[in-house]
């Protein structure tokens, strides 16, 4: 039968890995966690429990292209995007934030968070600059590695998510069927 | 000591002029390379530049290769301080003629740590 | 609940006797914040009931995990850099004209903490010795064992990797292995880490040439800081050298020792017939 054909086509070396194959939430929350005891202070936490996003949200986000192709993106309330923003700047936040301020800093932390990414990945991969804004949407639900967490009280997540939509499934049976 | 702090990201750009001017430098910053490469231009040659790799117009590693080929440019300390941290990347930025490399996420402290390696603690913070 | 006055001098007494380290009255709040993950982790509301637990129970596991969150494992690379300088600068140069070409140089690392001391000191040497794996021995040993493990697995986070580790020094000895770095197998070669108690016997190990004791005589008392000097004395050669913290010193602790300047910071020789 052909079916065997197109099972060595999709494990071969045109199969692209998805990322859970590559990266676990674990090291995503590693690595967010890292980015904000050092860029939003010391005693920050990030509690790894998912809770629901306020109406009323903001994304930022880098792509990477390479071996892996995707977005990591934050996404969180636009009032926590501010209050993250303020952490950030600390003593040198000015008096009125903004929406260039939030954004620019809550991008920042996505550049952050998203280079220590791609570096657990496998390389080289480029990174572009950050984006504020909507989402890119998720294209491949088997392509998403995804950490909800609670910071401050305010609910946050870490989408780490493939650019591309899946790859055709291989449904030999059916296409070698003869029709009736 | 002088420093020029070169980043996209102005929230960046405020955080390590911060970290600079409480340890006594004096600060000019820029959004990109090509501000950069004006900056040193107009006569403002820093002991120090800290440089980001991605951002608009003229990125890290192409502001690090130009300064590189400007012999009147050569005592300037250059610094990456990006989210770039790939191991090739770091030895890409090395060979380009970067004399260390700070990956982001950082603290004051690394901060520090980086300065005194390059000998560029001003003496009395050393202390 | 909050620990109790007799609870924290408990706690206190057990760290003293098992690792010598002094905890000063006033240190009730790194008690409560250290033990707290322990008690949660064994299903007890407070470090008050974990206390009354093991007093009631002793058992050395519980011991070894109440001792080992009380040390302060602090450390970067270079760590103030010039006791590495005189390494390479003073140090290694004197022991290589005095040693046969087959006797291999023997350092100690004596509070290695996650490793980042020893691991200078192997890179250091790597980057001037031609076969500095079969020339050089460094022994990494502390009392914390997750300490000792995370020296033996050689892996290090992003955040420590930045302090201090210069970035030629990264790329050279250093891979990416997930969102952490880890340390070329050629120096983890070159380390030999195991547990080991300043405050207790020490095995029987060296005789050293060199012996890194840093920032860690600190936390001990007048008389365990000397019987630990005269011990590590008794692991040296006779023309070996001692490298303590930038706050630590010998004089005024321990008169057998004779205090010789490198550069910007000094080390320590033993004093013949003392
Ligand atoms: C502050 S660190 C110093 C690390 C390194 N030597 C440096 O200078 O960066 C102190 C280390 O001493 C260890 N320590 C404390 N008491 C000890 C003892 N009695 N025996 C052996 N090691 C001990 C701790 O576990 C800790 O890792
Ligand atoms: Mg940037």
């Known amino acids: 039968m052909t079916s065997t054909d ?114 657990a990945l496998p390389g080289p991969s480029g990174l572009s600059l950050p984006q504020v804004g909507n989402a890119p949407l998720v294209r491949n639900a088997g ?17 780490v998510q493939g650019a591309l939509p899946p790859l055709p499934v291989p449904t030999p049976s059916r296409e070698n069927e003869v029709p009736l | 000591m002088r420093a020029l702090v070169i980043d996209d990201s102005r929230a960046m750009r405020r955080i390590v002029t911060g970290i600079l001017t409480n340890l006594g430098y004096e600060v000019r910053d820029a959004g990109h390379g090509g501000e950069g490469l004006d900056v040193l231009n107009e006569g403002w040659v820093p002991d120090l530049a800290t440089i980001d790799w991605n951002m608009p117009v003229m990125d890290g590693l192409q502001f690090v290769s130009a300064v590189r080929s400007n012999p009147a ?13 790939e191991h090739t990347q770091i030895v890409r930025a090395l060979a380009a003629g970067a004399h260390e490399y700070m990956i982001k996420p950082f603290t004051a402290d690394a901060f520090r740590d980086k300065l005194a390696l390059l000998g560029l603690l001003p003496q009395e913070v050393a202390l | 609940m909050s620990l109790t006055a007799t609870s924290f001098d408990w706690v206190r007494e057990l760290v003293r006797k098992e690792s010598a ?24 509301p407070d470090v008050g009931k974990l206390v009354e637990t093991v007093r009631v129970r002793p058992s050395a596991e519980d011991t ?84 000792v493990q995370r020296t033996r697995a050689g892996k290090f986070s992003q955040l420590e990797v930045n302090r201090g580790l210069p970035a030629p020094m990264l790329v050279r000895h250093f891979q990416r292995a997930g969102n952490e770095w880890e340390v070329s197998s050629n120096l983890r070669r070159m380390v030999n880490a195991t547990e ?16 890194y004791l840093r920032n860690v005589l600190i936390y001990f008392d007048l008389p365990t800081k000397q019987s630990i000097l005269r011990r590590v004395r008794d692991l040296m050669r006779p023309d070996g050298w001692l490298f303590l913290g930038a706050a630590e010193t010998t004089l005024g602790v321990d008169d057998s020792w004779e205090r010789v300047v490198i550069g910007r910071s000094s080390a320590y020789r033993p004093l013949k017939g003392k």
Not at chain 1, 66 to 92: D, F, I, K, M, N
């Open chain 3, 196 to 211: 080991c108690n300043l405050a207790a016997p020490l095995p029987r190990m060296g005789p050293f040439d060199v012996v």
């Open chain 2, 73 to 85: 440019w050569r005592r300037m300390t250059m610094m990456m301080v990006t989210s770039e941290s």
């Open chain 1, 6 to 119: 197109t099972g060595q086509r999709r494990r071969g070396s045109d199969a692209r890995p998805v990322i859970t194959e590559l990266i676990d939430e674990m090291t995503i929350l590693a690595i967010a966690e890292e980015a904000w005891v050092s860029l939003v202070g010391e005693d920050e936490v990030l509690v790894p429990i998912p809770s629901e996003l306020p109406g009323d949200i903001l994304s930022s986000w880098v792509d990477v292209v390479g071996p892996w192709t995707g977005s990591v993106v934050l996404t969180t309330g636009r009032a926590t995007a501010e209050e993250l923003s303020r952490a950030l700047l600390r003593e040198s936040a000015p008096e009125l934030l903004d929406d260039e301020d939030v954004a620019d800093a809550f991008g920042e932390i996505a550049n952050v968070v998203g280079g220590s990414i791609k570096a």
């Open chain 3, 64 to 147: 070894r995990r109440i001792v080992e969150a009380l040390t302060t494992n602090e450390t970067s690379w270079f760590r103030d850099g010039d006791p590495f300088t005189a390494l390479t600068s003073t140090v290694l140069p004197s022991l290589l004209s005095s040693r046969g070409a087959n006797e291999r140089l023997q350092i100690w690392s004596a509070a290695c903490s996650s490793g980042q001391e020893p691991y200078t000191i192997a890179m250091l040497l790597d980057d001037v010795l031609p076969n500095a794996a079969s020339r050089v021995s460094i022994t990494a040993t502390d009392l914390s064992r997750e300490m």
């Open chain 3, 21 to 44: 380290i002094v905890l000063q009255p006033g240190k009730e709040y790194l008690v409560e914040a250290r033990l707290l993950p322990i008690a949660r982790q064994m299903g007890l």
């Open chain 1, 143 to 159: 392509d998403l590695c995804r950490v909800d967490v609670v910071w401050r009280g305010e609910p946050l997540t870490i989408s």
